[in-house]
């Protein structure tokens, strides 16, 4: 086998036999890591990097966001990058992401930045802590927006509505919400994007008190760029009406 083809076991490229790391099943949780919205048949999407621990190693899978991974050439598996830290096995699929996106043509609009990938480091500083001591939206404006939204722990499947935002936060109203302090991973749809969004959640009630509804207030952690400017541009709109 060359490096050029896709070994049928783990799903990686590889020079031999010998080489192969085996099935690769992850020993830790993916996390969400580099992502680019591009323009790809008259529409927007957005591609991202999942990352895994291996036992001692770290793997990489690649899809369509929500959670279309992409497969080896035949379809015979989700494929995958392997190596020995967190941020090699990002580089790889977003390197990987880029020359796909070469290939044929497809426009990247912008790339995000990692969430997760430098927190997964033993002794590195993780800006979850940081971000739930902060105060939902903190001093920026909160816009009175209802937004379609799924949210999950896991993956983003339980579908709901935003009832306010901001460029930090966000308040997504729903009879079902998670726990305090709980890492949420959300698809929002704003303008014709949808848009991936990490968060914790700082407050949580299951009973609408007075005027407000059911929800969780979720502090964002480092919010992609693409979200940062459509809210910006939201505020413009609601000043200027």
Not at 5 to 28: F, K, N, S, Y
Not at 41 to 58: F, H, K, P, Q
Not at 120 to 133: F, H, K, L, S
Not at 221 to 234: A, D, F, K
Request: charged fraction near 25%.
């Amino acid at each position: 086998m060359n490096s050029t083809e896709w070994c049928p076991v783990c799903c990686t490229r590889h020079e031999g036999r010998r080489d192969c790391p085996g099935a690769l099943l992850a020993t830790g949780p993916e996390r969400h890591a580099g992502r680019v919205a591009v323009e790809a048949g008259g529409r927007t999407e957005v591609y991202g990097v999942l990352i895994a621990e291996c036992r001692e190693l770290w793997r990489a899978r690649v899809l369509t966001y929500p959670n279309m991974l992409w497969s080896v050439p035949g379809g015979r598996g989700a494929l995958k990058f392997v190596g020995d830290t967190p941020q090699d096995v990002e580089l790889q699929g977003m390197d990987y992401i880029r020359d796909h996106c070469a290939r044929r043509e497809i426009k990247i609009l912008e790339e995000g930045v990692s969430i997760d990938s430098v927190s997964t480091i033993p002794g590195a500083p993780n800006p979850e802590d940081d971000a739930v001591q902060a105060p939902i939206g903190g001093k920026d404006p909160r816009l009175l927006l209802n937004l379609s939204v799924r949210f999950g722990e896991e993956k983003a499947t339980t579908s709901a509505v935003t009832s306010d935002l901001s460029k930090n936060g966000l308040f997504v109203a729903t009879d079902k919400p998670l726990p305090k302090a709980t890492t949420v991973k959300l698809l929002v749809e704003l303008y014709e994007f949808t848009i991936p969004l990490v968060g914790k959640v700082v407050w949580s009630t299951p009973h609408k008190r007075g005027s407000k509804p059911a929800g969780m207030g979720v502090q964002l952690i480092s919010p992609p760029t693409m979200y940062l400017r459509h809210v910006r541009q939201l505020s413009k709109e609601s000043e200027t009406s």
